[in-house]
């Protein structure tokens, strides 16, 4: 892709990391913007500053609110030829389809671009994008975004990456959720977490993140690669789809109603894996 200037806006533990990717990549002239000051590399004091004459701008945001705060500056900055968008925060559906209208009404080309993967795949670039927008846009958008990602799935028009992610998250949740409760019942009936472990890795229900989750869990290690306050939020977000398509979801009605609980006794910081900490408890 030819030479462009870049603006991450958002350094928290994936925007800092895939800033530090695209740095690498030397892909054209980067600004890093965060609402808490870090003393990074060419970090601006403010988003207008950060994004003024930025042509990619990319939103690593914790929520919708901040999305929109953030999105609403740029939106007031004047015109740049060729200016695109890309959200790669997890928001609601309806905060994306503002998103994409208002980026439309000024001109700007939008990409609805959230990410699986955490913090290890961040810094190695191992990302999935998920990208809802125009084939064409998609097309020139992803040789920057596989500097910081392994692959990039199409899923549609801008609102179907937000979906996806939203509805992907919500068998993460659940899943850690039953895995915290199997490990507790198991190991309070003298199975070692060991055993469990192995056992899991060869039934139908092992996975990725099974493999991932449970050894740490195990253990008490809730190093954070995915805050339990971002899936709380997620798992909000989807449940405001199930509401609008009609539809009932108890699984993740009662483990987000688990996440708040546990982020209200002061885990909220830690690895969504912290669904395993009151087991842990003697």
Known sequence: MSYCRIAVLGMGIIGSRVAANLEKARLGHLTRWNRTPKGLPNESATVEEAAGDATHILLF???????????QKI???????????????????????????????????????????????????????????????????????????????RCGEAGSATVMKLVTNLISACTVQALAESMATATRHGIAPEALIDAVSRNACGSVLAAMKLPTMASGDF????????????????????????????????VSTRMQELCDKGLADKDYSALAAPYLQS
């Not at 990409?111 to 961040?122: K, M, Q, V, W, Y």
């Not at 306050?229 to 009932?248: F, H, P, T």
């Open 75 to 153: 939106f007031d900055l004047p015109p740049e030829d060729g200016r695109i968008l890309v959200n790669h925060a997890t928001v609601d559906l309806a905060t994306t389809q503002w998103l994409a209208k208002e980026a439309a009404a000024r001109g700007i080309d939008f990409l609805d671009c959230p990410f699986t993967g955490s913090r290890e795949a961040a810094a190695q670039g191992n990302l999935v994008y998920y990208a809802g927008g125009p084939k064409d846009l998609i097309d020139r958008v992803e040789p920057l975004l596989l500097k910081s990602a392994k692959s990039v799935l």
């Open 61 to 71: 945001l914790k929520d919708a609110a901040a999305t929109r705060e953030v999105a």
């Open 223 to 254: 190093d954070t690669h995915f805050s339990l306050s971002n899936m709380l939020k997620d798992s909000r977000y989807v449940l405001e789809l199930a509401e609008q398509a009609g539809i009932e979801t108890p699984a993740i009605r009662t």
